[in-house]
């Protein structure tokens, strides 16, 4: 990629990651369940006696193993700034949120936030993941899974996610209705935003660019 191109990527890249953390706060203002992800680490903490934070270090570790193992192609700059600033990202929209509205009352703007969220979350990752400029640790797993098998992202996305469903449900983890959507929604929806983000935002910028010179 060109130096341009590079621009492009990048601000696509901060853009996701950005958008990302307002999904997750978002979808904890739901009070509807976590992600899969997030509800298995905190099963694993509960059944364990480990702090949330330790688990999910430990967690993108082992992840992280993974994806340098299988896929060292998808580390890059955006791995480690999705792994370090998603979670300040989604703290500062919920503590912003909770300051001028002061949280969702009824049960019908719970289901609007958790809906909001899981397509937030869904656009926010298409964008970083589009961008080719790093992948987060548990976001590599299906893209691995999905090149090595040869079944598309969005099966690879739901299989991943529904296996920490079911590993939270076995571990007596509390699972809500936002959790099993984000089982069956994330992986559809994100391929969904992938197609669109590069078809109609870095795609037409690169063209542009080149028609230029």
Known sequence: MDRHTDHICFTAMLAGIGIMGIGVALFKLSLMGNDPHTALMIAIGDRMGMDFSLVMLTANCLWFFLEWRFGKELIGIG?????????????????????????????????????????????????????????????????????????????????????CVLAAFLLGGLLGAGTLVCAVGLGPFIAFFSMKVNRHIIAPTEKLYLQSR
Do not use: H, K
């Open 79 to 163: 791995t480690f700034i999705n792994w370090l600033l998603v979670g300040p990202m989604a703290s500062l929209c919920e503590n912003a949120v909770l300051s001028f509205w002061g949280g969702p009352v009824g049960a019908g703007a719970r289901l609007c936030l958790m809906l909001a969220g899981v397509a937030t979350l869904s656009l926010a990752c298409a964008l970083y993941q589009t961008a080719d400029m790093g992948i987060a640790p548990y976001d590599a797993l299906p893209i691995i899974l999905s090149r090595r098998s040869g079944q598309s992202y969005f099966r690879c996305r739901m299989l991943a996610d529904s296996l």
